[in-house]
T-cell receptor
């Protein structure tokens, strides 16, 4: 069974700080890894998708890395802003005997203080 | 382009009552997913459709939950009867391909409270 763990569970930083969110998964036989953002009372928005053959993806101030062999990914947010406050979820496709199943972590609740 | 649409957004019912949730996926997306998200947890897959076929319903509690996707477009998830533990957010997602490797696009969810 694939399991995804996210550390820390919550993070509070002052505006402008660079920060790193961590994700680990138990089965490295994945197709891809995604980082999602979830705002309170809303659905999930896909931020970055890294295919298993890739090492990183970048979008604006966001950079996600993937080390498939060690089962780890990081999401780097540069120059954080109050609007970045949300829950960030890591999810992997595959592993644990399922080709397509998307397995989520519990998320990291990020608060960026003005 | 419209995103995944879900209704209702919120629902409050008493236990033992039936409830239904509706999802309209992004146009052209042939794969549709229903997820359950408990407070403080990540979403967990309940059922996955490819067109009108339920290709994985192994996590769906079939004694009280049912789903359908008529004509391979809209989908309905039903709970009958609802229990207190069913209080959660029910998310619908869709993707353009099959096999689950493509990005899934999520709707805003239906927040269910069972009293």
């Amino acid at each position: 069974k694939q399991e995804v763990t996210q550390i820390p569970a919550a993070l509070s930083v002052p505006e402008g700080e660079n920060l790193v969110l961590n994700c680990s998964f138990t089965d490295s036989a994945i197709y891809n890894l995604q980082w999602f953002r979830q705002d309170p009372g809303k659905g999930l928005t896909s931020l970055l998708l890294i295919q298993s053959s890739q090492r990183e993806q970048t979008s604006g101030r966001l950079n996600a890395s993937l080390d498939k062999s060690s089962g780890r990914s990081t999401l780097y947010i540069a120059a954080s802003q109050p609007g970045d406050s949300a829950t960030y979820l890591c999810a992997v496709t595959g592993g644990g005997g399922s080709n397509y199943k998307l397995t989520f972590g519990k998320g990291t609740l990020l608060t960026v203080n003005p | 382009e419209a995103g995944v649409v879900q209704s209702p957004r919120y629902k409050i019912i008493e236990k033992k009552q039936p409830v239904a949730f509706w999802c309209n996926p992004i146009s052209g997306h042939n794969t549709l997913y229903w997820y359950l998200q408990n407070l403080g947890q990540g979403p967990e897959l309940l059922i996955r459709y490819e067109n009108e076929e339920a290709v994985d319903d192994s996590q769906l509690p079939k004694d009280r939950f049912s789903a359908e996707r008529l004509k391979g477009v809209d989908s309905t998830l039903k709970i009958q009867p609802a229990e207190l533990g069913d209080s959660a957010v029910y998310l619908c997602a869709s993707s353009s391909g099959t096999g689950g490797k493509e990005t899934q696009y999520f709707g805003p969810g239906t927040r269910l409270l069972v009293l």
